[in-house]
């Protein structure tokens, strides 16, 4: 579904800066890879909105709706990202 | 001619701080124009005019405390004869006819009346002697015919060892790099470094300039982020405003226990199946690029505005004792800040516009309001109040209606649920949407009506 050629640490620090767009002060690194980022951010649906926009822009993986559930923690936005 | 006052922005507010002044005496102004931004306890607002005319002349500085209804420019309308232009930074001898004495801000906040001995001629200087807690009985006035200058109160500040809490004023502010007010905290709001943008011949910074330096879509930032006034130069400043935190969390203590003293709340609850309206939010959005993609609180806010016009007995303001409806629907949306409090902007017109107009005002209200750039109107004509995007994960939200509205809609979380359809057990996703009433203006029925038209109009998300 994607053809991304992010690695895994690319993937990751993505992920960490779509975050802290929205939460300037998010600290990744002291949350885990299985925690639930939208709850633990506090993101609103506008704030994902924003944190998928993100990921899309400069990854160059389109993402649909579909495929929001795949964004849930870091592990999981990683995986997809980098197309595993 | 006639004044520009400080508006009050919300019911909440006694008093605010000019931030910065954005017009000059000279410029012709129209009505809806910004004017000046001033900072209250939830955020710092652009202020529009009410006037059509040409500003003779600004009467209060940046840094200024001024409580609601204080005169902070002279506008001369349309027609009359311009008055000759002030200085664009009016001295304290510069200030004409002593302008009428503010309305009396709330007995704590002001010192004790001086007497009337000392010769002030400027409102400035009062001011400024307040702020400070200086006694002007006890200055001596260095100006002619022994008027007490600004400076003067100044240097009797730096004398007095007082624990006030007002911000110091702007002019002080000499340690870091020169900026307006409005760009200081502009810059930090977006996380900019002033340092980087200092002009060589000493020019303030102005917002204009940290906006261009402000990397193309705006972060949201953290609300907690607001610079204090940088080192102070003398003992006497050391004492900082009380954070913005801490402020608004007394503009919202004040608020609501109006409310709940006021206000005798009714509660209606229902619970509303959203798998048509998901459906097609889901259909339409599968065509569409990210950033014009909706999210299901358009389709709520939008199906509570059309409900309003249809029951218009919710929407509007209880005033002298009698319910006022409202012509439009400009409805006022809780925006959650990070960091603590909440701002609740008003969306305007909201019944009159397109689900993508309406989405793209709703984006634009949430960044500003967290990022303090909210207009004044926003903050004053809301005329009925939805609390949602509860999506911080509860069922249902029930909530304190916002004086002088006689109305505010909850929204909780949308989750699927175990629904019965036509006999049958399914599960659709579900929300539930409660209505506080205020009961002098309407009874149960009325808002029971009210949620029936809600309901209806999420059931035809095609004709939102």
């Known amino acids: ?84 | 001619m006639a004044s520009f006052t400080m508006p009050s922005l919300g019911a909440d507010m006694d008093e605010g701080t000019l931030l910065e002044w954005l017009v000059h005496p000279g410029d012709t102004v129209h009505k809806g124009d910004i004017v000046a931004v001033v900072d209250t306890a939830k955020a710092a607002i652009e202020v529009e005019t009410f006037l059509d005319g040409v500003v003779a002349e600004l009467l209060v500085e940046p840094g200024t405390v001024v409580p609601v209804g204080g005169p902070l420019a002279t506008i001369e309308p349309d027609g009359a004869t311009p008055a000759p232009a002030a200085a664009p930074e009016p001295t304290p001898e510069a200030a004409p006819e002593p302008a009428p004495e503010p309305a009396p801000a709330p007995a704590a906040a002001e010192p004790p009346r001086e007497g009337q001995a000392p010769h002030v001629h400027s409102p400035l200087v009062r001011r400024l002697a307040h702020e400070r807690g200086v006694d002007l009985t006890t200055v001596r006035g260095s100006g002619r015919d022994g008027t007490i200058t600004r400076e003067d109160v100044l240097r009797a500040a730096g004398t007095v060892e007082t624990a006030h809490e007002e911000p110091a004023p702007t002019v002080l502010r000499t340690a870091a790099v020169r900026a307006t007010p409005y760009a200081r905290k502009l810059a930090a709001d977006l996380g900019i470094d002033l340092e980087a943008l200092r002009h060589s011949n000493g020019e303030p910074v102005t917002a204009a300039e940290v906006r261009a330096a402000s990397p193309g879509e705006q972060p949201a930032p953290a609300t907690t982020a607001r610079t204090e006034p940088a080192a102070a130069p003398t003992p006497s400043e050391a004492v900082a405003a009380p954070p913005r935190q801490d402020r608004m969390r007394a503009a919202i203590a004040t608020l609501m226990a109006r409310s709940k003293r006021e206000i005798p709340h009714y509660y209606l609850s229902t619970t509303v199946d959203l798998a048509r309206a998901t459906e097609w939010l889901h259909e339409r959005n599968r065509t569409l690029s990210i950033t014009e993609r909706l999210v299901p609180a358009a389709l709520l806010l939008k199906a509570t505005a059309l409900a309003a016009t249809e029951v218009p007995e919710v929407n509007g303001y209880w005033v002298d004792d009698g319910f006022q409806a409202a012509s439009q629907v400009h409805l006022g949306v809780a925006v959650s800040l990070r960091g603590g409090g909440l701002v609740t902007p008003a969306i305007l017109d909201a019944a009159s516009l397109e689900l993508d107009e309406l989405m793209a005002t709703m984006k634009d209200l949430v960044t500003r309001a967290r990022g303090g750039r909210l207009r004044g109107r926003e903050l004053t004509e809301g005329t009925l109040t939805v609390t949602n995007l509860g999506e911080q994960g509860v069922e249902s939200v029930v909530g304190v209606i916002y004086p002088p509205q006689v109305a505010l809609v909850g929204f909780g979380r949308i989750a699927e649920r175990p629904w019965a359809v036509d006999g049958l057990l399914g599960v659709r996703p579900i929300v539930t949407m409660t209505l506080s009433g205020d009961h002098r203006a309407t009874d149960a029925m009325t808002g029971g009506r009210f949620l029936t038209a809600v309901d209806h109009h999420l059931q035809h998300p095609e004709e939102l």
């Open chain 1, 1 to 84: 579904m994607t053809n991304s050629t992010l690695t895994d640490a690319e993937a990751r620090t993505l992920v960490a800066e779509a975050i802290q767009r929205i939460v300037p002060d998010a600290d990744l690194d002291a949350v885990g890879d299985d925690v639930p980022l939208r709850a633990e951010f506090e993101l609103d649906s506008l704030d994902f909105l924003s944190f998928v926009e993100t990921l899309s822009q400069r990854s160059g993986v389109g993402i649909t709706e579909n495929d929001y559930e795949h964004l849930v923690t870091m592990r999981t936005c990683v995986g997809f990202l980098t197309g595993g």
